[in-house]
């Protein structure tokens, strides 16, 4: 491994850490501020159709955002492992009563069903998580590539990637790998 992967996998291990560390109470504090920075976000782009993401290992949590959506009958979006592209997302539908089930890195997705799948191009905002991130908007994900995929030149698209995270995620500088994808916007909590 080369000293650039290195330093990577580094500020995830601090930065994860660090996120660990947070209190619930600190936790809770950052999804009520980047609740209401997302919803104006949302307000402004008079987007309907919002993919986000289920916390997972001390991401900032999205509960209270997709509470928020339903109660504005928007469409709320959840990101599932595509079954035979291996690496890449689908966008399936999110209601209270959808059927979930963990994908194979434990995290809770929508039960497959192709009926409930939404295209890139009919998703208007995809609020994604991220592990570290710098003031020009790169950002350091858990390392699999799934969402440097699924944004992949997203100024072509339909779509607009903003990033959710919480203040000690920021870190000064990080270090770029080529597939990495800027996101247009990180709401701070």
Request: aromatic share 10%; charged share 15%.
């Amino acid at each position: 491994m080369n000293t650039h992967s290195l330093l990577r996998q580094k500020i995830r291990r601090q930065v994860r850490q660090l996120r660990q560390k947070l209190t619930t109470f600190e936790q809770k504090q950052a999804e009520i501020i980047v609740t209401q920075k997302a919803l104006q976000f949302i307000d402004q782009k008079q987007a309907q159709n919002i993919a986000l993401y289920l916390a997972f290992d001390g991401e900032i949590s999205t509960q209270l955002l997709i509470e928020h959506l339903w109660e504005q009958g928007k469409n709320v979006f959840l990101p599932v492992l595509h079954p035979f592209c291996a690496g890449h997302l689908l966008f399936l539908g999110y209601q209270p009563k959808t059927l979930m089930q963990k994908n194979t890195f434990g995290i809770w997705q929508p039960k497959l069903n192709v009926q409930q799948v939404l295209p890139l191009n009919e998703i208007d905002i995809i609020f994604v998580p991220l592990v570290a991130f710098d003031q020009q908007g790169n950002r350091l994900g858990m390392g699999g590539g799934f969402y440097d995929r699924t944004l992949q030149n997203w100024q072509q698209k339909s779509f607009i990637p903003i990033g959710l995270a919480h203040q000690c995620q920021q870190v000064e500088h990080l270090p770029l790998a080529s597939w990495d994808i800027p996101l247009a916007q990180i709401l701070v909590g």
